[in-house]
């Protein structure tokens, strides 16, 4: 079967001469397609690097969580809405933005998943996991692209 | 297949988790976990000993999970989580909620 992902790796310069790797991938609103999507950005993320074990965990989450979010929450998994990953791989760090279709949301607004009312609750910790294990998270003003930036360290 | 369903002389009930725990499959083990609770059993360990990930979804149907089996008078324990799964349970807190064994053995013990 034909994989619905599409996908682009391309090299650029960025500032001071510094080799930039870019990875593109277009994934349609299927929640059956993260699996796929992680694992492909992720060797990308990780190539000459497979030993960091840690670092290859913490871009799982923030893959998984993103896109989860992104193709339930910001396109409710209509088909005809894709999600849109741009990985910028420097050799300090990793930059994941990952953007979906949908209006939006204010980040702000949402609760830690800690307090006795909200520890028992089915939902509402994947941001919160990514804030605890990537080193920043910004968002644009609509909120619905998401930046994740890993330091390789 | 995700899940490997087996019974010990106990009573207990295992559910294997192979590979992942997500928002792909998550409903799939609450259903295999509700259909036993409807059968009568009462006792359940999941071990995930041969799992790679568990996504945020996949803990928010154990924390649903486990309270449909409290409320049904059962317990249900976990066992064989990796460091890494391990750290997201501690960063949740929900270490707090669940009884976690390091081996399924050690959570079989006095079941």
Do not use: W
Request: glycine share 10%; hydrophobic share 40%.
């Amino acid at each position: 079967m034909t994989s619905p992902l599409r996908f682009c790796v391309r090299r650029s310069a960025a500032g001071a001469g510094t080799a930039v790797t870019i990875v593109t991938l277009s994934i349609p609103s299927d929640i059956a397609c993260i699996e796929e999507a992680v694992a492909l950005v992720i060797r990308h993320c990780l190539a000459g690097d497979e030993s960091r074990e840690r670092l290859r965990f913490r871009l799982q989450v923030a893959l998984s969580e993103a896109l989860a979010n992104a193709i339930v929450r910001g396109n409710r998994e209509d088909r005809t809405k894709q999600v849109n990953v741009r990985a910028e791989l420097a050799p300090e760090q990793i930059r994941l933005h990952v953007t979906d279709e949908g209006a939006g949301f204010d980040p702000r607004r949402v609760p830690e998943p800690l307090g006795p009312d909200r520890i028992l609750g089915g939902d509402g910790r994947g941001l919160f996991l990514i804030r605890r294990l990537v080193d920043a998270v910004e968002f644009n003003d609509q909120g619905n692209s998401i930046c994740m930036i890993l330091l390789r360290r | 297949m995700s899940f490997t369903q087996s019974r010990q002389e106990s009573g207990v009930v295992v559910f294997r988790v192979d590979g992942q725990l997500v928002v792909g499959n998550r409903l799939e083990l609450k259903d295999l976990i509700q259909g036993a609770l409807t059968a009568g059993d009462r006792k359940f360990l999941l071990d995930f000993s041969h799992t790679g990930y568990i996504d945020s979804s996949g803990l928010g149907a154990l924390v649903t999970i486990a309270r449909q089996v409290r409320e049904r008078g059962g317990e249900m324990r976990l066992a064989g989580l990796n460091d890494d799964l391990r750290s997201l349970f501690e960063l949740t807190k929900l270490d707090t909620l669940f009884s976690i064994a390091d081996s399924a053995a050690q959570a079989l013990a006095g079941f």
